[in-house]
Each structure stands twice: as C-alpha cells, then as structure tokens.
C-alpha cells in the first residue's frame, strides 16, 4: 500500500491560512487522495479528496501536483476549531480502506 | 439525518474477557468499517463489512470478529481481552461502490484493567 509522509506539526496564527504538506511518491494511478482531520475527543471528519485536479469546498482546498507524488492541505483562514490532527490518506480505490499514518497536529494561536 | 452512532462510549473490562461494540450506521449507507485507535496514534483499519460479510481485514488476529445485519449495523467482537486491546474503537460507514467519504462516529473507549 502506498504511504504518505506528513510533518509532525504545524502552527499558524488565527485567521491565516494554513498549508499542510503531503509528500506520497510511491502513489498509483487509481489512488484518491484524502484528507480527513480529528478534533480532540471526536472520530476523524472528512474534509477533502480529489484524484488529479485541484479541489475545494467549503472548509478547505487540496492542490495536488501535476505528477500526483505531493498534494497541500489548505486552511484559506484557520480559527480555533481548526486545532486538529490532519491525516493524508491514499485510498486504492473509491470505497476501499482508509489507511491512517500519524497526521500532521495544527496548532492554532489567537 | 443521524450520523454514525456507537455504544457504548465508555468500557471498562479485565483481561481475558470478551466484549462486543456496536455501530449504527449513516441513513443511506450500506457499509462498516471498524478502526482501532491507540493512543498517540492513527487509527488502524480492523474490517470492513458490505452485505453482510467480511470484505477486507487489516492485520489483527481472528480474537477480533464481527457482524453485519439485515439493517446495516455492526457488531465487532472481541475475545480473550488483552491489556494491549485498550484503545479507542472507531466505527466509519460508507456507501459501496460509491466515492463518498467515510463517515466516523466518536468511537468506544475500552479499558482493559
């Protein structure tokens, strides 16, 4: 199964916009990329997939690289319920298993 | 609209014991996914069941097993309790054959004494 690499933690003021990186080199044609973060006390909560294109909604946006090996994670302006652990997953196919690594903490300072 | 619900939330058991967690899942989902999460870490995918059978399993032993209803709801059943089965277990539900999200409850904290 293909693996992501994450930094460990990020901080960002609050309001500013938040990037998180996501390194995925061994990726495969048919894998989405998804993000999913968790709040403390809570089970993880979607926040993005996409495939090859960029994508956004309404809490965030995912660029992914022309070549699929990396893809960002962005917050456009990060407040105090942002303060999570983000996890980058690869999904083999549509419907397959989520295979979480140890995420990325955000630390969000007013 | 209910999202994925789980009971109990808390448990507190003591080694070689057997316990049994149950999720409802998301109207409209057909498909359940069970996660174990330590503490410090991700969590790590146990099984998955779609109509009523095993589909994909992760790396834990057979004292983990499971169920699916008619209804959609699961059961993950673990025997022969041990002092490292104490974490947070998650359940995600799914519509199959779809690319939809995964859609998590807030887990059961198990604590094996």
């Known amino acids: 199964d293909a693996k992501t690499t994450q930094p460990n933690s990020m901080e960002s003021n609050e309001e500013e916009p938040v990037h998180l990186p996501c390194n995925h080199s061994t990726i495969s044609g048919t894998d989405y990329i998804h993000w999913y973060r968790q709040l403390p006390s809570q089970g993880p909560e979607y926040v993005i997939h996409g495939l090859t294109s960029n994508v956004n909604n309404r809490m965030a946006s995912l660029a992914i690289a022309e070549d699929r090996k990396s893809s960002t994670l962005i917050l456009h302006r990060a407040t105090l319920r942002d303060a999570a652990v983000y996890y980058c997953i690869l999904r083999a196919y549509s419907w397959g298993k989520l295979q979480f690594g140890a995420g990325t903490q955000v630390v969000v300072t007013p | 609209d209910a999202g994925v619900t789980q009971s109990p939330t808390h448990l507190i058991k003591t080694r070689g014991q057997q316990v049994t967690l149950r999720c409802s899942p998301k109207s409209g989902h057909d498909t359940v996914s069970w996660y174990q999460q330590a503490l410090g870490q991700g969590p790590q995918f146990i099984f998955q069941?779609?109509?009523?059978?095993?589909?994909q399993r992760g790396n834990f032993p057979d004292r983990f097993s499971g169920h699916q209803f008619p209804n959609y709801s699961s059961e993950l059943n673990v025997n022969a309790l041990l002092l490292g089965d104490s974490a947070l277990y998650l359940c995600?539900?799914?519509?199959?054959?779809?690319?939809?999200?995964?859609?998590f409850g807030d887990g059961t904290r198990l604590s094996i004494l």
């Open positions: 069941y779609y109509e009523e059978e095993e589909r």
């Open positions: 995600a539900s799914s519509l199959a054959y779809s690319n939809q999200p995964q859609h």
